[in-house]
């Protein structure tokens, strides 16, 4: 036991000091869960605590830090300007606002990232990358503490979708992960300073993954699952300590962290019906040693195809992952059997969210499936955010095919932070806190 708590309290060193109602980065601490009790059934007429309209437009999730939610987006037919925008939680109130003129400019789409990167915040404030390149730390008053341009650093980002990639983070350190068709890279910085700790080299790949932080005997890791890999780098010195390859379809969802389990999501590439043979495309690692070193096994393997954009979801024994047509499907967290595959309200590009014995899966058209967490597979609700009829989705720039109401028609719902009982869920324009 006390071993235990040794382990348990430097883990806790090496973590960013918590605030009581953070969701301090993309999906929260790297798990997606969240503690308390959650709303279960809203409506666009009743749960809503607020609705704020934003900035601009942004694909990336809120954050939460000590009563204050923190987004970006980016504005203009090139993307010309960048914000960083600081919200009341309880009123929804802007607190502030920071304009800045981002370095790489594009023509954007609906599968081209606006702002799609998603913050960290911890109690020194709040750190915001951008697909332009920019890259700045922020008080929590809104003062710029340092920025860096990583395009003038290290070169433009290459691609057709742009960079999507949310930054992770521990106590000291930002680990920013550029994977594209130029030369590609994992990056961590002081977070005190905004200066290197290190850079490791990568293989040239498109890919929109995040890093994600874990703890393994008291030392942190951070594992990158991206275009055909999974890595595990030393967070101190940025050392490979393994690589698991031959994976497939994982250019969108990222690894997720339960414990000393790995889940790793990948879909099935278009007009492709399965994967090679000998390819790994969706399941479970597990932390183990080899010679005295870190290394991983592969726990179990799930179905090909049977995670796309969103990231899987480990949650009370169970991880969850849910596919390009909206069917999620239930596997044993410890043994990988399947326990169930049911279809769900509809597509999801948010990553699910564990909290209060549920698991919510927020889909890209406002609807919201919420099931009783647990082997079997029961729906609690079914929450639309909005009615459809009633929003005119915006134009889109000329030459764009797919247009407004298809696909990619707006609005789509982006991300969610939870944070002291409450949803706050983003779409490109608005932000929407839901409360009981």
Aim: hydrophobic share 40%; aromatic share 10%.
């Amino acid at each position: 036991m006390r071993a235990f708590l040794m382990l348990l309290a430097i883990a806790f060193a090496l973590a960013p000091a918590m605030a009581a109602d953070a969701w301090p980065a993309f999906r929260g601490t790297g798990d997606a869960t969240a503690k308390g009790a959650y709303p279960t059934k809203w409506s666009e007429k009743d749960g809503i605590a607020w609705k704020v309209e934003l900035p601009g437009y942004g694909q990336s999730a809120p954050v939460v830090w000590d009563g204050t939610v923190y987004l970006t987006a980016v504005e203009g037919d090139l993307r010309e300007k960048g914000f960083v925008v600081a919200l009341d939680a309880k009123t929804g109130k802007q607190k502030w606002r920071h304009a800045f003129e981002p370095t790489q400019k594009a023509k954007w789409g609906f599968t081209i990232s606006r702002a799609a990167p998603t913050p960290c915040a911890d109690a020194d404030g709040v750190y915001c990358f951008f697909e332009g390149g920019n890259l700045l730390a922020l008080t929590h008053a809104g003062k710029v503490r340092w920025q860096r341009d990583l395009v003038k650093d290290y070169g433009e980002f290459q691609g057709g979708h742009g960079v999507g990639s949310s930054p992770a983070q521990t106590a000291d350190a930002l680990f920013v992960l550029i994977d594209h068709r130029g030369p590609s890279y994992l990056l961590a910085l002081d977070k005190a300073t905004g200066k290197n700790k290190w850079k490791t080299e990568r293989e040239p790949r498109g890919g929109w993954a995040s890093p994600v932080v874990a703890s393994r005997a008291g030392k942190s890791e951070v594992i990158a699952s991206s275009a055909g890999t999974i890595t595990g780098y030393a967070a101190d010195t940025g050392k490979e300590l393994w690589k698991l390859e031959n994976v497939v379809g994982n250019t969108i969802p990222s690894a997720s962290v339960a414990g000393d389990r790995v889940l790793f999501g990948g879909g099935i590439g278009r007009g492709k019906e399965e994967v090679p043979a000998g390819a790994k495309g969706n399941g479970c690692l597990k932390f183990t040693s080899k010679d005295g070193k870190p290394a991983v096994e592969q726990a179990w393997a799930a179905k090909p195809g049977i995670s796309n954009y969103a990231t899987p979801l480990g949650y009370e024994g169970v991880a969850y992952f849910v596919n390009q047509v909206g069917v999620v499907y239930g596997h044993d967290l410890a043994s990988g059997k399947e326990l169930f595959a049911e279809r769900i309200d509809g597509s999801c590009w948010a990553s699910p969210i564990g909290a209060g014995g549920h698991a919510y899966f927020f889909g890209k058209d406002g609807t919201t499936t919420v099931l009783k967490a647990g082997k079997e597979f029961e729906v609690v609700s079914s929450n639309k955010l909005w009615a459809k009829a009633k929003v005119a989705p915006p134009k889109e720039p000329a030459g764009k095919k797919d247009g407004p109401g298809g696909e990619y028609g707006d609005p789509i719902l982006y991300g969610v932070a939870a944070a002291d009982g409450a949803f706050f869920v983003r779409t490109g324009t608005h932000l929407f806190k839901i409360a009981k």
